[in-house]
């Protein structure tokens, strides 16, 4: 930190060394300037100098004229270095010329016209020759005015006279613009565009940059020719940038900006073809965000992910408070802000003069690296204490060490991984951070509830493609494709029926189950949630989370369930943190609903499952089921008995209406709940 | 291969419980203390050549996950080498900094001298406990009060204060610093 001023700091006075410092320029320089008592008069200000002199020139002009201009002027102004006083008073003869070795070449500024033309003869009085200007000058000579403006080093105060060439350029080239850009409003009014105005426009574009050019004219989609053209050479990002801009403008008013002829399909595919050149995405990746983004939001989606979304951090509140850490971090040098009126614990950090992996707040655990997105899927969790958690894909471990904070350390969580390798990590987290009460395993999660079952609360934060985020990994932009998006859609439901199975619905503080991914597609999130409804006794509920989009309850062809709008989507251009989606279910009855063709005996909560993947009787998962939506499915005349089955934990099992002959509910004494299969009709 | 024995998840055996006097050198009889908690009994189980403190509801809760599975129990206090000596792990540190004995004080200089795995010299000893006897085990602390890890006294406290300020005071054991430099080797 520098000193700073104090005013109330008192002047050094004496002999001594801190009394001889400075004591302002005025001072020090009369130390070295000629004392001015000698004239008697006081010091002239720049103007006054100015004016003196002309008043010099003006004399030395009428004293002097016609051929002995030359000489006269060369004569002209006395040693115009030197003090500024010396001219008032003077003899208008010592005026003409410099009294140095320099009076040979040197001449001082004569009239305005001159000048005009002169780049400079003040800079040449300070020891610099400009040819040009001295060709000028005495071609000008003779149209010396008497009237002339000069302060003392001969440069005239007039703006036009001191103008260098380029800057005469640059007053041409205004002077150019203004024309032009009357020209060009007279485009945007017109809608139309008429070949006409684009020659009228043409001649002055010639002399403009091509940039201006193109936001002007009308967009035309390019000719065949230009797209091989294009092909052959590099691609010019710039000019793609623009292309993409105006098609986007065309297509946000496609009647009236269209090109006659062409389909909105080829000004889509040029537009899908130029986002994937400038953004380097995979033909398939940008088709899959145009299906989920309308046009302006994609661009700025994309435009997100170029840019990394800040670093932010959550305190670990078994240790340490929120205020205390901020504070400590401030006192190494990080500049911070709490993240948000929805978190307690986050701060988001703007710039650190500190590794903030490596402080030692952060070896003592005061705090975890994560991301401010990964915070809401536990949010939406709400364990309580004494419960006990599974958090079936744990790596690395900050969700994990997160409901172990809001647990205080009490009841147990299983923080399950099936990659070995990225245990390590949640190991090495979980102790930083001083989670006690946490077992750490390495099973794949759909052996889950074989392993262990009858948790109160799971979470699931499922692997998936990353789509939301790409600003972490760009290599996502284009490895992924159908065949990645479908497998991992698959993997998931598995995941997500085996986490179903693994919470139990009688839990007196629990039953749900919370799926997420950070992943923005449909095919991985509400497709996934919308089968697990199908396929299991559940109903998804609010998250909790008041901020961020709705889910999808339709799309493209496809129809979800309505109660999917409880479902919350995060992206990155609106909400500023790493894309995200969220759901949370309930599990209201421990039985697994059969399908028409399975002839088992239904299994027990605790038992995987073993049903087939044919949806074709799915039971009443939701109170509020109105199974007549659902197209797909829902074709039965079931909807009435549904209702009256559903699935309230304590009621006895209703008789069937229709027997079913392959059924035999004698197999099944030791279920509590019982759901009755309709089976046939 | 070690022996099937090794595998198993299980309480420790006396002759380990005996092993484990490198700990309870630093901490003294606290160890009890460690063992009856308010909230309920805590033991120290074994898996895998790792010593682990857990809680017995922990305990029971995890019992049925297969042996191979099962990575990391409540908390690691360290782990029993090749030749059954058992060596104190800094993610124990938690649990034994308040009941130790001994304690050492860094300056903030030093700090990070000792979080990267170096010993602490006397022109880094900010405070040392009375009456600290030589090689015996101690804890380490920043000037803050933060623990930072765990050492053994090279020099009695008598001797610090006469000794030069490049000599070692306290011989490195654990500090915090490896959840950075070695998180591989904590599992």
């Known amino acids: ?681 | 291969m070690g022996t099937h024995r090794s595998e198993q998840c299980r309480a420790l055996t006396a002759s380990e419980d005996g092993s484990d006097v490198t700990f309870s050198c630093s901490i003294g009889e606290n160890i009890q203390l460690l063992v009856d908690r308010p909230d309920g009994t805590y033991c120290f189980r074994l898996h895998r050549d790792r010593v682990y403190y857990v809680s017995e509801k922990l305990l029971k809760g995890a019992a049925s996950i297969p042996r191979d599975s099962l990575v990391a129990l409540g908390t690691c206090f360290g782990k029993f080498t090749k030749t059954q000596k058992f060596r104190l792990s800094v993610t124990a540190l938690d649990f034994l900094a308040p009941y130790a004995k001994y304690k050492v004080w860094v300056k903030p200089g030093s700090e990070q001298s000792f979080l990267y795995g170096n010993h602490v010299l006397k022109s880094g000893l900010g405070r040392i406990t009375e009456n600290t006897a030589q090689y015996q085990g101690v804890v380490v602390y920043s000037m803050a009060d933060i623990p930072l890890g765990f050492g053994v006294a090279a020099k009695s406290t008598q001797d610090c204060r006469k000794v030069d300020p490049m000599a070692i005071v306290v011989f490195h054991q654990a500090d915090v610093g490896e959840y950075v430099r070695s998180e591989d080797t904590l599992t």
């Open chain 1, 1 to 681: 930190m520098g000193r700073k001023l104090d005013p109330s700091k008192k002047e050094k006075r004496g002999p001594g060394r801190k009394a001889r410092k400075q004591r302002g320029a005025e001072v020090e320089l009369a130390r070295f300037l000629p004392p001015e008592a000698e004239s008697g008069r006081k010091k002239l200000s720049s103007h006054a100098r100015r004016r003196a002199a002309k008043r010099r020139l003006g004399a030395a002009g009428r004293t002097a004229p016609g051929g002995g201009r030359r000489p006269a002027a060369k004569e002209q102004g006395d040693s115009q270095e030197g003090s500024p006083i010396k001219a008032v008073g003077q003899d208008p003869q010592r005026q003409s010329g410099f009294k140095d070795d320099n009076a040979k070449w040197l001449t001082p500024a004569k009239g305005k016209k001159s000048l005009s033309k002169r780049t400079s003869v003040e800079l040449s009085s300070n020891g610099e020759v400009e040819e040009d200007s001295w060709e000028m000058e005495e071609e000008e000579q003779e149209d010396g005015s008497s009237e002339e403006l000069m302060d003392d080093y001969g440069a005239s105060s007039s703006d036009e006279e001191e103008l260098l060439p380029i800057e005469k350029a640059a007053l041409k080239q205004k002077a150019d613009d203004r024309d032009l850009s009357e020209d060009d409003s007279e485009e945007d009014e017109v809608a139309e565009e008429t070949s006409r105005q684009k020659t009228g426009q043409k001649e002055k574009e010639d002399a403009e940059l091509q940039l201006n050019l193109e936001i002007d004219e009308e967009f035309k989609l390019p000719t065949d020719e230009q797209i091989e053209k294009e092909t052959a050479e590099p691609p010019d990002l710039h000019v793609i940038h623009q292309r993409i801009k105006s098609n986007m403008e065309v297509l946000q008013d496609f009647g009236v900006k269209r090109e006659e002829g062409r389909t909105r399909q080829e000004y889509l595919a040029l537009l899908r073809r130029d986002m994937a050149a400038y953004y380097s995405y995979s033909d398939f990746l940008l088709k899959m965000l145009m299906d989920i983004f309308p046009l302006p939001e994609l661009i700025n989606f994309l435009e997100a992910n170029e840019v990394p979304r800040p670093v932010t951090i959550r305190t670990n509140t078994l240790k340490t408070r929120r205020r205390d850490l901020a504070q400590a971090l401030i006192n190494r040098g990080v500049n911070l802000d709490p993240l948000g009126k929805w978190s307690k614990t986050g701060l988001v950090i703007y710039d650190s003069s500190v590794p903030i992996g490596a402080t030692p707040e952060y070896l003592a655990g005061h705090y975890m690296l994560q991301g401010a997105s990964s915070l809401l899927p536990v949010m939406a969790l709400a364990p309580q204490e004494n419960e006990r958690i599974l958090d079936m894909c744990c790596a690395p471990g900050g969700k994990t060490s997160y409901i172990a904070q809001l647990m205080k350390n009490t009841g147990m969580i299983l923080a399950n991984d099936s990659n070995a390798e990225r245990l390590r990590s949640v190991v090495g987290n979980l102790h930083r951070l001083g989670v006690t009460n946490a077992v750490v395993s390495n099973c794949d999660g759909r052996q889950f509830p074989k392993v262990l079952g009858g948790f109160d609360r799971v979470l699931l934060d499922a692997p998936c493609s990353g789509t939301g985020v790409i600003s972490k990994d760009p290599a996502i932009k284009t490895n992924k494709d159908e065949k990645d998006i479908l497998r991992c859609a698959h993997l998931q439901k598995e995941l997500l029926l085996s986490a179903i199975d693994s919470v139990n619905a009688t839990s007196e503080t629990g039953g749900y189950v919370v799926y997420c991914t950070c992943s923005i597609t449909v095919e991985e999130n509400e497709w996934v949630v919308d089968y697990a409804l199908k396929k299991r006794n559940v109903r998804l509920v609010a998250t909790g989370l008041d901020f961020g989009k709705e889910g999808f309850t339709r799309f493209k062809d496809r129809r979800f369930h309505p109660s999917l709008k409880s479902t919350r989507r995060f992206y990155p251009h609106t909400h500023n943190m790493d894309g995200f989606f969220i759901a949370k279910l309930k599990k209201f009855s421990n039985a697994i609903p059969k399908t028409q063709k399975d002839e088992e005996p239904a299994v027990e909560a605790a038992k995987p499952s073993t049903g087939p993947e044919t949806v074709m009787e799915p039971q009443a998962k939701k109170k509020k089921l109105e199974s007549s939506k659902i197209a797909q499915e829902q074709k039965k005349p079931q909807p009435a008995l549904k209702k009256r089955h559903s699935l309230q934990e304590q009621r006895r099992p209703l008789k069937a209406v229709r027997p079913s002959p392959h059924k035999s509910y004698a197999q099944v004494p030791n279920r509590k709940k019982h759901k009755v299969k309709q089976n046939g009709q």
